[in-house]
């Protein structure tokens, strides 16, 4: 569901494959899991979103809120997100929004904002996925559980956020090809 | 470089509006007070902040970002290495209001 890569990751085309995976049978209330799924199009739609934050501060930014869950039920966001504006700003993910994504195995190291030593654990800020070099990419289907971002800033003043995304909007076809090259997209529990 | 000229004016004179997906930087101030008073320049930043855990209601804010006093019958020319940062307008406040107190200010932005 969330992935920062190297480098700037392609966007999925048509005619590329896609698989859901999961420990359970569905994925999602569509999507099943461990099949192949075809991309029969493709939509590349810019968005950029901005918060302004006293230093110090936290807001939370649920994606539902903003549009980013497709209404369509064959459809898949594929969302390419860049961060820019002032320094010293952290994005930590929560899915579903009460648990911090990124973590350590030992229970007391996920991120917490308002703890110096944890506000710099499992968060994501510019140098990690820039607007000019986007690596951060997160999957979103209709009326999965929600993802959020939590948004500190760290600095000592206010300080703006803008997120600049690119919505891959893909439309899906079930296939019973079995391709030799496709994309996993993991469900965020496999990530833990 | 974009740049706009501004007579010094007690209630403020906007610069430039910062659009949602950028940062405004302030890259160079000129100030040429030709009246007979010394005048304080004030760049200000006002801006609505996002609803935050500690604030829910926010209402607009105005940041002085900059303040140089200029004196009477004198130009000043301040290159900011690393620019001012504004949110969102940039105003320009002066203590006097006067046509003879010209404020220049170059300005840019970025993500």
Redesign the interface.
Known sequence: MIELHTKVPDLLKVNDYVRFVHTESKFSPTFKSNVFYKVTKTVQVPYTISFIIPEGDVTIMKLSDYGLYPQRPHSLYQILIGFGGSDGINVYAKIPETDFILRLEEAQFEPNPLIEQLSFLGCYSKEDSSIDKPKLIVYTVKDFEEIAFVIFNAGSDYGKLIIHTVVNICQLEETEEKPTVWKDILHYKLLR | MPSKVVESKTSGEEVFKTP????GIVKVLEVDNKSSSDITITIQDV?????????PNPTE?T?NRFVITVKAGTFVNIDFKDGI?I??ICSVVGSVDTSDCKITVHYDF??
């Open positions: 949602l997906n950028r940062i801006f609505k902040p996002s609803v935050t855990q500690n604030n804010v940041v940062e949110l969102g970025k993500y």
